[in-house]
């Protein structure tokens, strides 16, 4: 196959997505997208403008409304970090607290935000030699994509695994309120109306709940390379 593969990496939330997306990227040169990050982008974005709450829900209109005003661009720092940047500042922090993941679910199943955000990615891998990762990137964002990953691993491992990460960013969190977001952004995910958070017919399911990172990452090349070599 002499086309660069167009791969999509779904699955629920703290399953490694992320981790296994930039791994692929650097080892295949390929350009890699954080789908969830965009959300998260605009879900800081409402909140910062008192739009969204974890209690109250989401004033759809005034999001949608506003939604023009929104930019948003990933910049390579000196660490190598493909870092998210809203509306010209850098956000990829503050866009990973507990405080926006307690909100980002009200965002992102509004109909026009995931309209204007599943355009913006199907442009960044028009020409495939992409990797791209969230949670409707093989059934809806790019559904012909060569290879289709589909991640999963039991709540309380990726509960351990969130607060483990977030403990290391200084943000202490109970591991119970830690596996309460992961469920309610999980139900949220898997019941919206538009785009849910399903597994591609065609995907390779990947539960990586006692996998380590270099395990799933040779089987993981393994799979490119079959497709690569077809």
Known sequence: MSKPLTIAIDG??????????????????YVYVDSGAMYRAVALFAKR???????????EAQIVAHL???????VLDAQGI???????????????????SNVVSH??????????????????????GVVMDGRDIGTVVFPEAELKIFMTASD??????????LDAKGQHWSFEEVLENLKSRDKADTERSD??????????????STMDREAQFELVMGWTSSLIDA
Request: with cysteine.
């Open 68 to 74: 023009d005003e929104v930019s948003i661009s990933f």
């Open 82 to 100: 493909n870092a998210t940047h809203l509306n010209g500042e850098r956000v990829e922090e503050e866009i990973r607290t507990m405080e926006v």
């Open 195 to 208: 785009s849910p958070l399903i597994a591609a017919k065609d995907a390779r399911t990947l539960d990586n």
């Open 12 to 29: 629920h939330s703290s399953t490694g997505k992320s981790t296994l997306a930039k791994q692929l990227a650097k080892a295949m040169g």
């Open 49 to 59: 403008a008192g739009w969204v709450s974890k209690e109250e829900g989401c004033d």
């Open 156 to 165: 309380e491992v990726r509960a351990e695994r969130r607060k483990a990460e």
């Open 107 to 128: 965002v992102a199943k509004l109909i026009p935000v995931r309209r204007r955000l599943v355009a913006l990615q199907q442009e960044m891998g028009a020409q495939g």
